[in-house]
Nanobody, 121 residues
Framework: QVQLVESGGGLVQAGGSLRLSCAVSESIVSIQDMAWYRQAPGKQRESVAA???????NYADSVQGRFTISRDNAKNMVVLEMNSLKPEDTGVYYC???????????????WGQGTQVTVSS
């Protein structure tokens, strides 16, 4: 079973930085979009940043200019660099990938287990 393995996260003061990483756990054929989502307590999960296989990025307005998403296609990894963090960035961050496991399988969506990011004021 393919898994998205996340690392990073933790507790940081406002204005600080964190780096989240996500790697696919096994060899796969191809990955389309990769992204990071987050869910704050009592709120719905929302998209934070996404990157296509060609490297085109898209950001939520709330993180534009502060977060940077990047991917390493050779390593099947996606990274989220978070700077100038604010208390409202607090939440559980989830990695997402749409990928094809084998040449005969279809495209499917996969999620990481989530990693907690807490920004104190």
């Amino acid at each position: 079973q393919v898994q998205l393995v996340e690392s990073g996260g933790g507790l940081v003061q406002a204005g600080g930085s964190l780096r989240l990483s996500c790697a696919v756990s096994e060899s796969i054929v191809s990955i389309q979009d990769m992204a990071w989502y987050r869910q704050a307590p009592g709120k719905q999960r929302e998209s934070v940043a996404a990157v296509t296989v060609g490297g085109t990025t898209n950001y939520a307005d709330s993180v534009q200019g502060r977060f940077t998403i990047s991917r390493d296609n050779a390593k099947n990894m996606v990274v989220l660099e978070m700077n100038s963090l604010k208390p409202e960035d607090t939440g559980v961050y989830y990695c997402f990938a749409r990928l094809k496991r084998t040449y005969i399988s279809g495209w499917n969506n996969y999620w990481g287990q989530g990693t907690q990011v807490t920004v104190s004021s």
